[in-house]
T-cell receptor, first 114, second 115 residues
């Protein structure tokens, strides 16, 4: 069974802390994505990666960075957490286009910054 | 930039009835995929149905079907014989085929099933 695993379901951090959200997939997928989900705004793409060490900015990259040192792992980093980064974060992975493209999602991490 | 718009924040339907969720998108690409994803209260996002833009035939998966109008850039989801388990957030999404795949989502529609 395919699996995308996010390291935490719930996280509470203080303003100014450096926060790491980890995502691991076991499907040998090339593409990995980080989204944030907010009511009324849907899923907004923060960053995505189409290969190891390769990354592309999404629509809302400000305040975030990412790391993909290994194919199966894609980390989202909040360099200095702020209250406006309180949100649900979803990780996803997929094969390259024309090989499937269905995205598989993790369970999400609900991050609260206080 | 590609955008996906779902104009219905909430919809409700009686159990066993049919409901249609709307989605429009904007793109200059000719080759792409469109998707409907479902997110139940458990938060696990699940693929419901997908459509490849070069295929004229509308995709169907059991009780779920789409009405794909490429010229109008419209991609609606029809759920027939609605069941209580269909209650969820539904997201329309778009992905280009060439280059680095970027999956773009709409705002979502919350579907309630009334028993």
């Amino acid at each position: 069974d395919v699996k995308v695993t996010q390291s935490s379901r719930y996280l509470v951090k203080r303003t100014g802390e450096k926060v790491f959200l980890e995502c691991v997939q076991d499907m040998d997928h090339e593409n990995m994505f980080w989204y944030r989900q907010d009511p009324g705004l849907g899923l907004r793409l923060i960053y995505f990666s189409y290969d190891v060490k390769m990354k592309e900015k999404g629509d809302i990259p400000e305040g975030y960075s990412v790391s993909r040192e290994k194919k199966e792992r894609f980390s989202l980093i909040l360099e200095s957490a702020s209250t406006n980064q309180t949100s649900m974060y979803l990780c996803a992975s997929s094969l390259q286009p024309r090989m499937g493209t269905e995205a598989f999602f993790g369970q999400g991490t609900r991050l609260t910054v206080v | 930039a590609q955008t996906v718009t779902q104009s219905q924040p909430e919809m409700s339907v009686q159990e066993a009835e049919t409901v249609t969720l709307s989605c429009t998108y904007d793109t200059s690409e000719s080759d792409y995929y469109l998707f409907w994803y479902k997110q139940p209260p458990s938060r696990q996002m699940i693929l419901v149905i997908r459509q490849e833009a070069y295929k004229q035939q509308n995709a169907t998966e059991n009780r779920f079907s789409v009405n794909f109008q490429k010229a109008a850039k419209s991609f609606s989801l029809k759920i027939s014989d609605s069941q209580l388990g269909d209650a969820a957030m539904y997201f329309c999404a778009y992905a280009i085929i060439q280059g680095a795949q970027k999956l773009v989502f709409g705002q979502g529609t919350r579907l309630t099933i009334n028993p």
